[in-house]
């Protein structure tokens, strides 16, 4: 399979084909915000996360070694879900 270039576009390119044009001062001017524009819809919308359906966590201060600390952050992201992933397996629960 060959090498292909990918087109590029430009700024005018991209204004012709838009259905939705920049904003000019004006319209900026007459903005209005979400709630104000649309009471009803604003007031139907969830705040928020909701319920859980899982039994949620529950937060608690824990003094853990600089080593064991860095080990967990090394490995990435959801440092503090491996911690309880290996409190679980350790503790056998489920």
Known sequence: ????????????DLREVSDNPEWSRKDFAKARPFAEALPELAA???KGRGPNKKPTKKLVSLRLSGQVLEAYKAKGPNWQSRID???RRINKIK
């Open 1 to 12: 399979m060959r090498n292909a270039k990918k087109k590029g576009y430009s700024a005018s």
């Open 44 to 46: 139907s919308t969830r």
């Open 85 to 87: 992933e290996d409190l």
